[in-house]
């Protein structure tokens, strides 16, 4: 999980790579769920919260500019 405080110092060019790269995850992680081969369910709600914290703090940032 990552920390508000940690993304909060991040360029929004930045951010929109880590969106990128945890939308990549949580796609892998939907894939393995619907094999049957999650392992670790707890780290779905995770990630989609982690994408819900970017995408705020992405939206401040544009409306601030």
């Known amino acids: 999980m990552t920390k508000i ?3 909060r110092g991040q360029t929004p060019d930045q951010l929109s ?3 990128l790269k945890l ?3 949580q796609f ?3 894939f393995q769920a619907a094999t049957g ?3 670790k369910t707890h ?3 995770e990630v ?3 994408i819900a914290r970017i995408s705020t703090l992405l939206r401040e940032k ?3 500019v």
């Open 23 to 25: 939308k990549k995850e």
């Open 62 to 64: 544009r409306s601030a």
């Open 48 to 50: 989609r919260k982690d």
């Open 17 to 19: 790579d880590e969106l």
């Open 43 to 45: 780290r779905v709600s």
């Open 28 to 30: 892998n992680l939907r």
């Open 5 to 7: 405080a940690d993304l």
């Open 37 to 39: 081969q999650l392992e």
